[in-house]
């Protein structure tokens, strides 16, 4: 059974950063693509950065291309998520999800182990 544990949540004022953490119970991690999703109340999840098994390719949402950067350990089976220039829009909860391949993907359905999420609250 994989299990992602993420971390690094909390309350942050506007303009400030955080740094979110994923980490992966299982080996196999290194095989696969990771994901960063958010979901604000009353909203869809939806997916945020990507990275594939290597690190090599990276993707962005529109709307935190630019501030956030993912990376990923696969010596520790962790992931990151630096995020920089905080707004209040980015308040939500943030899951890290293995993916089903080697490439990022958009689409929540290509991910197939979630972690319970961490709370990210941006006071304006």
């Known amino acids: 059974q994989v299990q992602l544990v993420e971390s690094g949540g909390g309350l942050v004022q506007a303009g400030g950063s955080l740094r979110l953490t994923c980490a992966a119970s299982?080996?196999?991690?290194?095989?696969?693509?990771m994901g960063w999703f958010r979901q604000a109340p009353g909203k869809e999840r939806e997916f945020v950065a990507g990275?594939?098994?290597?690190?090599?390719?990276?993707y962005y949402s529109d709307s935190v291309k630019g501030r956030s950067t993912i990376s990923r350990d696969n010596a520790k089976n962790t992931v990151y998520l630096q995020m920089n220039s905080l707004k209040f829009e980015d308040t939500a909860i943030y899951y890290c999800?293995?993916?089903?391949?080697?490439?990022?993907?958009?689409?929540?359905?290509?991910?197939?182990?979630w972690g319970q999420g961490t709370q990210v609250t941006v006071a304006s």
């Open positions: 999800a293995r993916g089903k391949i080697v490439v990022p993907r958009v689409n929540p359905t290509e991910y197939d182990y």
């Open positions: 299982e080996r196999t991690f290194r095989s696969y693509a």
């Open positions: 990275i594939s098994s290597s690190g090599a390719i990276t």
